[in-house]
């Protein structure tokens, strides 16, 4: 094909990304290595090792966790030429299982796993919510131990310490799904009271102190004696409103233990949450959400907890697993809003500017030279005036450069 | 939802991935980061700086260079709920060249850049060939300069070496579109005549001689005075077959140039080869391939070349680029044809085994303080005899491992 008829047949063609991805120039690549790095670089310091898995899932797999609905409303999903139907993964945890669940036994338990996928969601995008987006999950798989929940919740504390973080400036917050139940069970609370009392919860506080007290009163109409409990226990997050016999059950114990552990592991910043929920359904014990702490951008930055049942759905005996995922969309704007971001900086050590073609060949030799002892060297073959080369440096921020011409070559001495 | 309603709902679902892609267990997920990481730390060596984009790109960016026919045959192309056409990326050059057009005024160049990304092609899956492969894209431009040709080949070499790769391991094979073009000018040869003798020149080394020459003469039938030319020039790779004026030609000399700059560079397993001419329609001039020359797997690993016209497809003006592209797949077959995968370690420095449960704090402590100093540290919670934890941690290939009971403890002496 000649240059003309390409000319002619080019239809002049947008350069915009696909609609709310992310273009990553160097800075931004820059940017996006600093945050998935720190991630990988704290997990590795609790002994936890890298696995991976393509973006292409077969749609089975969220289908029977979630219902067939939420996965076409919510993923991109669609249909290849053999008819079969895929998804781009929306979460890491269901692969990570469907992993574990296939090598169960040669692997070596506990397992300590992570991974920094990429991950898709079909939804209009706004302000920390885009189509594609980073994640860090960090699992344990084969141990039921509450030091397995310390540890993990230690790990999500270590990353954000590692971005910088202060105590001040996030904070933990924790609770129980069995816990719950214990309670819902001690007041004997109906399947369908349960429910809507969880709906509740999730959006408390979203709605007006006023709104809440009479949906809790509606959701508890025959139970007018449960009122009060609960509007301390809920809507003040007061577990001194429960009775002895629930304060003593085996779940809450487990939850003070955790808040002491972590207590004498310097971990200050964790309390004790009554909304804490989560959205997903496989949840069974622990669940945290970690929530920033500044007035302009309070709003939960990530969370986890434990979910022992997840391999049931590969026709896999109960093992017990505790995990996290912390986004990196979410991440980068606590990051910005805490003045946390680095600066950036160049791969490259130093930058060669050329004045002369009669150097390439000295320029090659030394450039050579210096790559083998580790340094990272580019040469500039514009044939630009010096300054414009110097420019082009500064511009990339590498640190060092020098410019050579005959004159550099011949009398062997160079301006760093 | 009740662990029992939840174990009812389980169809007892495949472990199975989707067709023709990867799970990555922690043991391919370290040889395949050793790939990647080789791979960018070689391109950084020569200033190469890292960009990305997500996989998921609009069609009309292959459509515009390939004909939308290739784009549904040979990609995982699909229509979102908002009506645009998706495609996963089967190759980054298009994804790069957008990017540049974009940002064309604020870039400082020449651009030196590289990424790793994940690629998607819609095929039967073989060996060698899967659905998605990662692949290292090394690009230069911004400057014509035959010095950018001969680094971009430079780069190609010093990634085969920096993977242990010895000369007389793999081939580089060069050749020149522009070259081949003032050739086919020389002797007048019609377009169609052009384009037969291109594909006849892709399928010479699957095909017999005899074929080969018959159908030769059969494209060149109103031409029999060519015949031995042709013959000799591309069915023996002879240069000398041809005149003194397309041998003393620009594109020819810079074809000689290239040879004997990298061969100063201390690159000696460079050739000039007629039969390569690359898959891609928009490469305009120097074209290369590398080939692996052991006799059970030889064929070509990967290639590139130069091409200035791709950014006229966005309305922007010529801009001079080099580049290649490298896959994960068939480098690692390579690799291991030669016997020079690596093997495999852990990021874990340390494994602590537990005996007793009341040692847990101390062990808490004892990693905490081991982890600032830099240290990645495991600890088992799993109360398993001594023995098992420690062949837990040596199927993980973790290096050092401590067994602490309360005599250890209490007597402060380890065995490491």
Redesign the interface.
Known sequence: ?S?ES??E???????????G??????D???L??YILETMAQTA???????????????S??YE?KSGEEIVNEQT?T?T???D?R?TLRPEMTPTAA??V???KREL???L??YSTP?L?R?ERPQRGRL??HWQLNVDLF??S?L??DI?IISVAH?VMEAFGAKEDMFAIHINSRAFMDHVYDFYSLSEEERYTLSKLIDRKNKIEKERFVSDLQNILKDKADLHEVFLRFIGENDFSALPEHCLNHKTKRELDKILQ?LE???IRNAKLDVSIVRGF?YY?DMVFEVFDTSPENNRSLFGGGRYD?LL????EDHLPAVGFGMGDVTLQDFLETHDLLPTTT???DL?ICVLDKNV??WA??TA?RL?KEGI????????KKAGDQV??AS??F?PHIICIGEDEVENNTFTL
Chains 1, 2 share one sequence.
């Open positions: 094909m240059k390409k000319g047949r080019s239809k002049k063609l947008s350069s915009e990304s696909y609609k991805v992310r273009d990553f120039y160097p931004d690549k820059f996006h290595n590795e310091r609790f002994g936890y090792v890298e696995y991976g898995a393509s973006i292409l899932e077969n089975e797999l029977a991109y669609f290849d030429r053999g079969r895929v469907r992993m669940a296939k090598k070596a338990f506990p300590r796993w990429n898709f079909y189509r594609e084969g141990t131990s030091e397995a540890e270590a552990d004498s592991n310097d359904d069974t049942d049931a759905i590969f026709g160049s791969p490259t930058y390439y060949s090659h030799t050579s790559r990272n060297v580019a040469i500039d073959y514009t044939n420019k082009t511009k990339l590498i």
